[in-house]
């Protein structure tokens, strides 16, 4: 879980991590000011990420668990895909930050 919460963080551009134990907490800053702040618990794979526009209102706020997969997408800068059951979440940082929920399909 460590590697992947390093992995994620560094894929996002977040300057650094604090971890204790098994959770971990980053933040990326946007270009305009706006704010993503993620929040992992590693024991219960619980993902949480609240988007705060540069006026200070929050855009979105995400509390999953638990998470099955993440993904790092290759071919889009900023981009990692967390799987949640049925539901993938695009976190994007570039070229601003973004949250995007949808779900994916069985088979």
């Known amino acids: ?8 963080a560094k894929r996002l551009g ?8 098994h959770d971990a907490r980053f933040a990326v800053v946007g270009a305009a000011g706006d704010r993503l702040t993620v929040s992992l618990e590693g024991q219960q794979q619980r993902f949480m990420a609240v988007l705060i526009d540069a006026q ?4 979105a706020s ?3 668990a638990p998470v099955n997969r993440v993904i790092e ?3 889009v800068d ?3 895909t967390l799987i949640v ?11 601003s930050l ?10």
């Open 98 to 107: 973004a949250i995007e929920l949808s779900t994916v399909e069985e088979g």
């Open 1 to 8: 879980m460590e590697s992947t919460i390093s992995r994620m």
């Open 78 to 80: 900023g981009r990692v």
């Open 85 to 95: 059951r049925r539901l993938a979440i695009q976190i994007d940082t570039q070229p």
């Open 56 to 59: 200070g209102v929050t855009r």
């Open 73 to 75: 997408d290759e071919t």
């Open 14 to 21: 977040a300057t650094s991590v604090e971890a204790i134990g």
């Open 62 to 64: 995400v509390d999953v």
